[in-house]
């Protein structure tokens, strides 16, 4: 499974990056993809968002040029510069998986992609294979760092992870 194809945002690298959990991209995927507009973004802030300096020093997050400009152009009406890159290069390479959280990005990319994944089936993911003992607390950290996460997202991910009673329907 190691050499699928997976292109990311913004999002998931630096909210993994504040909560240290950055490797977990690596363990499930081995390598992650980022156009430049994601790069710049995670730069920008004179280096000091969290992820910036993991995703500078981190051989396994490659950067690739995007060469159909024209698609980013007509994305960049509806979505941000990194949102219309990672989308725009996940159709360039035939990407196996786009990793996308925000709603409107997620909402083109559906249309567009065979499979996108935000942060939280990421986390769902990791726990599957053995990454890690139990959403939760990475779900609970995420919180912490501001990542918007309503609590019907949150209750799903936790009965999808077993680990919290499913809610009965009357």
Avoid: C
């Amino acid at each position: 499974m190691m050499n699928r194809i997976v292109v990311s945002d913004t999002t998931a690298i630096t909210h993994l990056a504040k909560i240290g959990a950055l490797n977990i991209l690596k363990k499930l995927y081995g390598e992650i993809l980022i156009p430049e507009a994601v790069l710049s973004e995670l730069a920008q802030v004179k280096r000091t968002q969290p992820g910036a300096l993991q995703v500078l020093n981190s051989p396994w997050i490659k950067v690739v040029e995007i060469r159909n400009q024209a698609v980013v152009r007509k994305l960049t009406r509806y979505l941000d510069l990194g949102e219309s890159e990672a989308i725009a290069l996940s159709l360039e390479l035939n990407a196996d998986v786009l990793i996308i959280d925000e709603i409107a990005g997620r909402t083109v990319a559906k249309k567009l992609l065979r499979s996108i994944i935000g942060m939280v089936g990421v986390l769902l993911e990791a726990k599957k294979k053995g990454h890690m003992a139990a959403v939760k607390p990475y779900l609970d950290k995420l919180r912490s760092t501001g990542f918007r996460l309503g609590d019907d997202i949150y209750q799903l991910a936790l009965t999808r992870a077993g680990e919290a009673p499913a809610r009965k329907h009357w």
